[in-house]
């Protein structure tokens, strides 16, 4: 079954390229794609996402496949305009980080039955991290305040952070939380919702659509930041060095 699923993706490929047997075979091989086509329903895998799965790292829809993945670095919709991702669309995070997203999902699930969580980012390899660090067009001694420095690796680099929001599978959209996502800005910080109330910037409803998504993450063990809503933490920089390595 392995061999015949290899020799069909080739033969599709000989088929649908105008070029030459020998450039599309050259191309293939700078690809680097690796074939796992040993049973129904597995695919080719990327070798970035090879290397996640190498260090240990599970698939978030493996655990939990009610839960929706949409990774912004896998398209030019994020802060920096870039794709950085390429061919991974699926969410990498640690086993024991995967499980609790599980279980902030399932008492997300229990009391609002038509929502579910959306997310946007978990892991990111340092080869990554230093992409969007070079690509960042500020002075090095404030670029910390939108990307962690690769030279010493944020939480997201351990896979043990993760971006979300919240998707209503009634109304086949996000819920309103006020702001987009990678929106850098004092209305998509929580320690400022009072202010941005006051100044009319966000909205009651918009704060209440947060406060669920917060119930929930920090129920399961997780905590947020006072600069964006959408980013929750499974543990504290130092006990993630302790536990994990980072991510390359």
Request: aromatic share 10%; net charge negative; proline share 6%.
């Amino acid at each position: 079954m392995k061999y015949f699923s290899l020799l069909l993706i080739l033969g599709v490929i000989a088929c649908t390229s105008p070029k030459s047997d020998q450039e599309s075979f050259s191309e293939l091989q700078r690809e680097e794609i690796i074939p796992i086509t040993v049973g129904e329903g597995q695919s080719l895998v990327s070798p970035l996402e090879q290397k996640l799965i190498d260090q240990g790292l599970v698939d978030i829809q493996t655990v939990d496949p009610s839960i929706r993945v949409e990774l912004k670095y896998s398209t030019e919709d994020n802060f920096f305009g870039k794709d950085v991702y390429g061919d991974l669309t699926r969410c990498y995070l640690q086993p024991e980080v995967a499980k609790l997203v599980k279980l902030a999902n399932e008492t997300l699930q229990k009391e609002y039955p038509h929502l579910t969580l959306l997310i946007y980012d978990g892991v990111r390899p340092l080869s990554v991290q230093q992409i969007l660090w070079d690509s960042l067009d500020k002075p090095d001694s404030i670029k910390p305040l939108y990307v962690a420095d690769p030279k010493v690796g944020g939480l997201h680099n351990f896979g043990v952070a993760v971006d979300l929001t919240i998707f209503d599978t009634q109304a086949d959209s996000v819920l309103d939380m006020g702001t987009g996502y990678d929106f850098f800005g004092y209305p998509a910080y929580p320690d400022r919702e009072k202010q941005m109330l006051a100044e009319k910037k966000i909205t009651p409803a918009q704060i209440s659509n947060r406060e669920i998504l917060r119930k929930v993450m920090k129920g399961a063990g997780f905590t947020g930041i006072g600069s964006e809503w959408w980013h929750f933490n499974a543990f504290s920089r130092k006990e993630a060095g302790e536990k994990f390595p980072l991510i390359k």
